[in-house]
């Protein structure tokens, strides 16, 4: 049988120019391929960060995700296993803590265990202190949204799940009362969401009766829109502290540089 074996090669012969410009080749796709596997999970990770909720007293996400040593030690401490920590495969980014409201929500406990073992402060603990005492009914996990399409409340059927699941009764959520002109004689019971009393614990979400939650929890930053700095209400004084950053624009066009009364000739004149 050993005869039949080839010998090996005492020398190697060199490798021909072709060679290596197939073997390079192939290493480099190999490379792209792994790169291109890594660039995809980290844009995964990065898109879906922006969707997560974390726990009471997070800080903004950038920050967050610089601060959090991944320890889990706020996972430990939840009583009700609401936090999860990312995993491989998640698509999330790894070892950060978060929470589903569907599955588990937030159950807003008053002493907020999850927040002070936390050694970094990437849950800080003085953005849900009150008069030096934890306060859970001013954190700010997330803000929830109805989509009044699917709400059967909108429909004229009678359902206040969410309302009675808000923990912050009458302040997050209330009903507004509107008459059925369909019908002629019942009412409207649409929930409403106050955004300035909303904490994100998604207790409303975990108890929608809809096969797909008609409710749901967002990040704050992704579920509100933004006026900007040009934009102010005038019977609120404090709010006209924002034109302090407003910086001034001026665009100039052709009908711009004549003066209002020429404008106005001038377009009289067109149409006559």
């Given at each position: ?63 967050f ?13 939840c ?14 980014p ?11 929500p ?40 109805i ?8 429909w ?38 106050h ?5 994100g ?42 034109l ?29």
């Amino acid at each position: 049988m050993s005869e039949n074996r080839p010998k090996k090669m005492k020398n190697k012969q060199p490798l021909s120019d072709r060679r290596k410009f197939i073997l390079n080749m192939a290493r480099g796709v190999g490379l792209a391929t792994i790169s291109g596997f890594i660039w995809s999970a980290y844009i995964d990770e990065a898109t879906a960060s922006q969707l997560l909720l974390r726990p009471p007293g997070a800080i903004k996400e950038d920050d967050f995700l610089k601060t959090c040593i991944k320890c889990g030690l706020c996972v430990e401490a939840c009583p009700y296993d609401t936090l999860l920590l990312a995993k491989p495969g998640d698509h999330k980014p790894l070892g950060t803590p978060y929470f589903v409201p569907r599955e588990v929500p937030c159950y807003m406990c008053p002493d907020i265990p999850c927040v002070p073992v936390c050694p970094t402060g990437a849950l800080d603990e003085s953005s849900v202190t009150t008069d030096d005492k934890l306060d859970i009914n001013i954190a700010d996990m997330g803000l929830a949204i109805i989509d009044k399409e699917s709400c059967i409340a909108f429909w004229g059927i009678q359902c206040d799940a969410c309302y009675r699941a808000c923990p912050i009764l009458g302040s997050a959520i209330t009903v507004e009362y509107i008459k059925n002109e369909r019908t002629g004689k019942h009412a409207f019971l649409r929930p409403v969401i106050h955004a300035d009393a909303c904490t994100g614990c998604g207790l409303c979400e975990h108890a929608c009766v809809t096969e797909k939650p008609a409710i749901f929890v967002l990040p704050r930053e992704t579920a509100t829109g933004k006026a900007g700095d040009y934009y102010i209400k005038g019977w609120d004084k404090n709010d006209e502290k924002r034109l302090e950053n407003a910086k001034e624009i001026k665009t100039t066009t052709e009908l711009s540089k004549e003066s209002a009364i020429d404008s106005l000739n001038n377009n009289l004149e067109d149409l006559y």
